[in-house]
């Protein structure tokens, strides 16, 4: 009794799956997603190829042989990065996800990520503050955390930020922190250009965000070839304004943010829908990544970090 039980739950587990795989619409994923792209992607011309792309392969039956969704989900990301290598685009299937963006959930469904990031506020020996910070959360959901993580940082003579495992975030975020390490007046840190709305949009510090404020202190950033998006954003600007050493490996190279798109049947696109555009060089990191000061492999930075800080403290 008990196999005959095992066997009918096996094979109505089995008439699940395989009607899941049915479900897979592959004509409609691709109409959609060729449109999303179209009318979205910060360089027309480019999403207007992905368009084209990805609607030719359907038609000549390219996308025939691939059984599941996961399958079809990477090749096709793998097709619009064949047009422009943009580590922005992603091409998912996640039901959960793709429900949670429909039903306007904030974030998409995505769990924030410990401590919204602020892993780790420390005092190293010498008075040096040191920050790992894992992600940039928006500063509307993460405003208490990050103004008591900075506060405490701030009690220090010299600032190490640890981005070697931080794969980006907000711009709000980027805004709040970057109050601190300036002055009483604004600075303008970045610009965006947002390609739905055909926008400029700047982006400045605010001095009122910050309690303290030490546009002196001696910073010191650290990168991996992981820090991406966000994470090239903060180091980028601080090395631009010349308020920071940036001490480590080269970034990954993502400059054009963007927001998940629903497709269809559980598929969601992120899609690159801006691009940064420094004020002091008139362009950005992407596909080039953020050039350290000091290029040294990602687990020595720290230690040279530490290094040149109390070099410069003892000068002072």
């Known amino acids: 009794m008990k196999r005959a039980l095992l066997l009918i739950a096996f094979s109505l587990a089995f008439t699940t799956l395989s009607a899941q795989e049915a479900?897979?619409?592959?004509?409609?994923?691709?109409?959609?997603l060729a449109s999303i792209m179209n009318r979205n992607y910060v360089y027309p011309e480019k999403g207007k190829a992905m368009h084209d792309l990805v609607k030719s392969k359907m038609e000549k039956g390219e996308y025939d042989h691939l059984t599941s969704h996961k399958e079809f989900a990477d090749q096709l990301q793998?097709?619009?990065?064949?047009?422009?290598?943009?580590?922005?685009?992603?091409?998912?299937?996640?039901?959960?996800?793709?429900?949670?963006?429909?039903?306007?959930?904030?974030?998409?469904g995505r769990k924030p990520p410990h401590n919204y990031g602020f892993q780790e506020v420390k005092q190293l020996e010498g008075n040096i503050g040191y920050l790992d910070l894992r992600g940039f959360a928006d500063a509307r959901m993460a405003?208490?955390?990050?103004?008591?993580?900075?506060?405490?940082?701030?009690?220090?003579?010299?600032?190490?930020?640890?981005?070697?495992k931080n794969g980006g975030g907000s711009?709000?975020?980027?805004?709040?922190?970057?109050?601190?390490?300036?002055?009483?007046?604004?600075?303008?840190?970045?610009?965006?250009?947002?390609?739905?709305?055909d926008r400029y949009e700047e982006s400045w510090t605010n001095p009122e965000f910050a309690s303290i404020r030490k546009p002196n202190i001696p910073i010191y950033v650290l990168t991996s070839n992981y820090s991406f998006s966000g994470a090239e954003e903060f180091s980028y600007?601080?090395?631009h304004l010349k308020r920071a050493t940036i001490i480590g490996e080269v970034t990954g190279g993502g400059?054009?943010?963007?927001?998940?798109?629903?497709?269809?049947?559980?598929?969601?696109?992120?899609?690159?829908?801006?691009?940064?555009?420094?004020?002091?060089t008139k362009t950005n990191w992407e596909g080039i990544g953020v050039i350290p000061h000091i290029k040294i492999d990602s687990d020595k930075a720290l230690d040279k970090a530490l290094e040149l800080a109390r070099k410069a403290l003892t000068e002072r």
């Open 171 to 197: 711009p709000s975020m980027i805004r709040f922190i970057s109050s601190y390490l300036f002055g009483d007046e604004p600075v303008h840190l970045n610009d965006f250009y947002w390609r739905p709305a």
């Open 255 to 280: 400059a054009h943010p963007g927001s998940p798109s629903v497709i269809s049947g559980g598929f969601v696109v992120n899609v690159p829908r801006g691009r940064a555009i420094n004020p002091v």
């Open 143 to 164: 405003e208490d955390v990050a103004r008591e993580s900075m506060e405490e940082l701030m009690q220090n003579d010299a600032l190490i930020f640890d981005l070697r």
């Open 23 to 32: 479900k897979l619409d592959k004509a409609l994923v691709v109409k959609r």
């Open 78 to 108: 793998a097709d619009l990065r064949s047009i422009i290598n943009d580590k922005h685009i992603r091409v998912v299937y996640d039901p959960e996800r793709f429900d949670a963006i429909r039903s306007g959930v904030r974030g998409g």
């Open 237 to 239: 600007n601080l090395k």
